[in-house]
């Protein structure tokens, strides 16, 4: 079975950073964009950022420049840099790739606790 796997939340004070890791089987990797999401307590999941296969980067508006998706082809891995974090941005952050070729699917990662507090 095919699996994201996130890393790098953390607990972190306001105006803080943190830079986010996902790997993807490189059979996603190659052919996919790469999403990130989040989920506050509460809340509905929402979308983040997203990088095509090309490295064009969208962002959600709350976003507001602070965070930069990428991508590490090397490594089969995206990245999400998170700075001047906010404590509304306290959610546990998700990847995800929706595969409409072999081996079609929706991906997601088991998440990664992002809390910004002082």
């Known amino acids: 079975q095919l699996q994201l796997v996130e890393s790098g939340g953390d607990l972190v004070q306001p105006g803080g950073s943190l830079r986010l890791s996902c790997v993807v089987p490189r059979i996603l990797f190659r052919w996919n964009g790469v999403n990130w999401y989040r989920q506050a307590p509460g809340k509905q999941r929402e979308l983040v950022a997203t990088?095509?296969?090309?490295?064009?980067?969208t962002y959600a508006d709350f976003v507001e420049g602070r965070f930069t998706i990428s991508r590490d082809v090397a490594n089969d891995t995206a990245h999400l840099q998170m700075n001047n974090l906010r404590p509304e941005d306290t959610a546990v952050y998700y990847c995800?790739?929706?595969?409409?070729?072999?081996?079609?699917?929706?991906?997601w990662g088991q998440g990664t606790q992002v809390t910004v507090s002082s």
């Open positions: 995800n790739v929706r595969s409409q070729i072999f081996p079609v699917g929706d991906y």
């Open positions: 990088i095509t296969v090309a490295g064009t980067p």
